[in-house]
Nanobody, 120 residues
Framework: QVQLVESGGGLVQPGGSLRLSCAAS????????MGWYRQAPGKQRELVAR???????NYADSVKGRFTISRDNANNSVYLQMNKLKPEDTAVYYC??????????????WGQGTQVTVSS
């Protein structure tokens, strides 16, 4: 009943920028944490960035200073602005949300993923 839908992936040259968007829909009571993870071929899924409901953020060391996560609580959305992209940023990017569908029901949800390819 809860869906996370990502958009904004694509092919970009090294040094370029992309903005990922993710919108959560369905029966949502509250959202605590929203974030972005990525998984490159042959590697484990890793945290890229996350943002708590109050606005606190965490970033992977590899993206600090290049990526910015933001959130629109009114629209249950999260964004990832990616600048100065590098080939090693190539991966499938997944949106993630820790949310409650009622006062007593809380779970973790994933989007379907969006491909980001950084290549010349």
């Amino acid at each position: 009943q809860v869906q996370l839908v990502e958009s904004g992936g694509g092919l970009v040259q090294p040094g370029g920028s992309l903005r990922l968007s993710c919108a959560a829909s369905g029966r949502i009571f509250s959202i605590n944490v929203m974030g972005w993870y990525r998984q490159a071929p042959g590697k484990q899924r890793e945290l890229v960035a996350r943002i708590i409901s109050g606005g606190s953020t965490n970033y992977a060391d590899s993206v600090k200073g290049r990526f910015t996560i933001s959130r629109d609580n009114a629209n249950n959305s999260v964004y990832l602005q990616m600048n100065k992209l590098k080939p090693e940023d190539t991966a499938v990017y997944y949106c993630n949300a820790d949310l409650a569908t009622s006062l007593r029901a809380r779970d973790n949800y994933w989007g379907q993923g969006t491909q980001v390819t950084v290549s010349s």
